[in-house]
């Protein structure tokens, strides 16, 4: 039986993903491929890669605040709010000169097209730009200019790309990480990125909501309740950890009866 993972999209709540991995290699079920978006497909990508779980939290656990600073590189806005030197080294430094034909695992990150406003699958060139423009959040990250192409973000189109792969696996399992909000509450200043990310936010449950109507997956890991954390909090990753691997292990045991 070919078992397929489905990771969304997620800012650095996206760290979550590490404990699902986790808690199916202590069970032995193997991840026959795998698809992504955005911080999903960081995630998976590594994973695909051949990366052990001790090896992703190790990288996790040692991310500090300034690291966190040095990554996420502000600027005076023009083409984005950040400039995204900082992502895009970090991102060479963890995925080296690896490209698809160096994966373990077939592995599919989804970028969005803002050319034809379509989802794109990338399936080849350097594994680092693929998930870089996977994760390029609109106005925060300059997009990838790939061939005829501008990329952005996958979770604009797809922000739980189960379509990818459905087709070619006999059970899916897919880790969502859209955060159901509450009413915002309008107390104090707020600053305007925030209601960016917020709208973002809303776009991707809602578009998740009918990803998963209409096409779901047959095991489902819901993070609904992971709003506590920041998208870009990438320093707090031992507390995300410490969160989903609690969440994990309450709600998948059902899956290993479903197997």
Do not use: C
């Given at each position: 039986?070919?078992?397929?993972?489905?990771?969304?999209?997620?800012?650095?709540r996206g760290i979550a993903h590490l404990s699902v991995l986790k808690f199916l290699e202590k069970h032995n079920i193997k991840i026959d491929m795998v698809s992504g978006a955005s911080m999903g497909s960081i995630v998976g990508g590594l994973y695909s890669?051949?990366?052990?779980?001790?090896?992703?939290?190790?990288?996790?656990?040692?991310?500090?605040?300034?690291?966190?600073?040095?990554?996420?590189?502000?600027?005076?806005?023009?083409?984005?709010?950040?400039?995204?030197?900082?992502?895009?080294?970090?991102?060479?430094?963890?995925?080296?000169?690896?490209?698809?034909?160096?994966?373990?695992?077939?592995?599919?990150?989804?970028?969005?097209?803002?050319?034809?406003?379509?989802?794109?699958?990338?399936?080849?060139?350097?594994?680092?730009?693929?998930?870089?423009?996977?994760?390029?959040?609109?106005?925060?990250?300059?997009?990838?200019?790939?061939?005829?192409?501008?990329?952005?973000?996958?979770?604009?189109?797809?922000?739980?790309?189960?379509?990818?792969?459905?087709?070619?696996?006999?059970?899916?399992?897919?880790?969502?990480?859209?955060?159901?909000?509450?009413?915002?509450?309008?107390?104090?200043?707020?600053?305007?990125?925030?209601?960016?990310?917020?709208?973002?936010?809303?776009?991707?449950?809602?578009?998740?909501?009918?990803?998963?109507?209409?096409?779901?997956?047959?095991?489902?890991?819901?993070?609904?309740?992971?709003?506590?954390?920041?998208?870009?909090?990438?320093?707090?990753?031992?507390?995300?950890?410490?969160?989903?691997?609690?969440?994990?292990?309450?709600?998948?045991?059902?899956?290993?009866?479903?197997?």
């Open positions: 039986m070919k078992i397929g993972l489905t990771l969304s999209v997620g800012g650095a890669l051949g990366y052990s779980i001790t090896e992703l939290e190790n990288f996790v656990n040692s991310l500090t605040k300034k690291d966190a600073k040095k990554i996420l590189d502000f600027t005076i806005p023009k083409e984005s709010l950040l400039k995204g030197e900082g992502v895009k080294e970090y991102l060479k430094y963890l995925f080296k000169d690896a490209t698809f034909d160096d994966l373990k695992i077939p592995f599919y990150p989804v970028a969005t097209d803002l050319v034809s406003g379509k989802p794109v699958v990338i399936s080849e060139g350097y594994l680092w730009e693929a998930v870089y423009a996977s994760s390029a959040i609109p106005g925060f990250f300059k997009p990838l200019k790939l061939r005829d192409m501008i990329l952005v973000d996958g979770g604009v189109a797809n922000p739980i790309p189960i379509d990818v792969i459905r087709h070619k696996v006999d059970f899916l399992i897919a880790s969502r990480i859209i955060p159901q909000y509450d009413n915002l509450k309008l107390t104090g200043k707020i600053l305007s990125l925030y209601y960016v990310l917020r709208s973002l936010s809303i776009v991707e449950a809602s578009l998740s909501e009918n990803i998963l109507e209409k096409n779901p997956p047959d095991f489902l890991v819901d993070f609904k309740n992971i709003i506590s954390f920041n998208v870009f909090s990438f320093e707090k990753g031992k507390d995300i950890l410490k969160f989903s691997d609690k969440f994990v292990e309450k709600n998948m045991q059902a899956l290993l009866s479903k197997l």
